[in-house]
């Protein structure tokens, strides 16, 4: 039961180079969000989905796209990288249910990315 | 706009001693779940404590508890009997209706032995 893995774990883009990361989940949760972490700023929220083929915006969702094809899966894609997109990116689910653990995010192990 | 503000960048308590975090925020919802999650140097986010806004009862679990005050919208958490392995990035964060999430800025926590 691996829960939440992000991949890839690091990776240096120069700026303009497209790339995408993926998260997965074996939790069978509905919710699935990516997060963008920046020293002194905590998490902002980019896009997330509330189940299978949808997406929303999140606070800063510019220069992002987000693909949910399939339930365990949250794609998060830069199109033409940029150095203020130099971050630490966090995935996380939640099940969606109310109850006892009622939206508990489980995030993933982060993502960090440097545009140069 | 929708926020969170965690006013206290930075706080340190002795081992053994209590602490508490601040939180404000600012919804027009009325139905919204607050949080507070604990990020070590490991970088995983791990939650520490949840309330649901119409609960009146303060949450707590074990050592952690929260002063949830709805009309003032804060949200602190006290963290009793402090150990070293506390030590760590705090954020506090709420989460509303439509399943949109903010987040603090965060408090970084130092536990003197």
């Known amino acids: 039961n691996a829960g939440v893995t992000q991949t890839p774990k690091f990776r240096v883009l120069k700026t303009g180079q497209s790339m995408t990361l993926l998260c997965a989940q074996d939790m069978n949760h509905e919710y699935m969000y990516w997060y963008r972490q920046d020293p002194g700023m905590g998490l902002r929220l980019i896009h997330y989905?509330?189940?299978?083929?949808?997406?929303a915006k999140g606070e800063v969702p510019d220069g992002y796209n987000v693909s949910r094809l399939k339930k365990q899966n949250f794609l998060l894609g830069l199109e033409s990288a940029a150095p203020s997109q130099t971050s630490v990116y966090f995935c996380?689910?939640?099940?969606?249910?109310?109850?006892?653990?009622?939206?508990?995010?489980?995030f993933g192990p982060g993502t960090r990315l440097t545009v140069t | 706009a929708q926020t969170v503000t965690q006013s206290q960048p930075e706080m340190s308590v002795q081992e053994a001693e209590t602490v508490t975090l601040s939180c404000t925020y600012d919804t027009s919802e009325s139905d919204y779940y607050l949080f507070w999650y604990k990020q070590p140097p490991s970088r995983q986010m791990i939650l520490v404590i949840r309330?649901?806004?119409?609960?009146?009862q303060n949450a707590t679990e074990n050592r952690f508890s929260v002063n949830f005050q709805k009309a003032a919208k804060s949200f602190s958490l006290k963290i009793s009997d402090s150990q070293l392995g506390d030590a760590a990035m705090y954020f506090c964060a709420y989460r509303i209706e439509n399943n949109d999430m903010r987040f603090g800025a965060g408090t970084r926590l130092t536990v003197k032995p």
């Open positions: 309330q649901e806004a119409y609960k009146q």
């Open positions: 996380a689910t939640t099940d969606g249910v109310r109850g006892p653990r009622s939206y508990e995010q489980y």
């Open positions: 989905s509330v189940g299978e083929g949808t997406t």
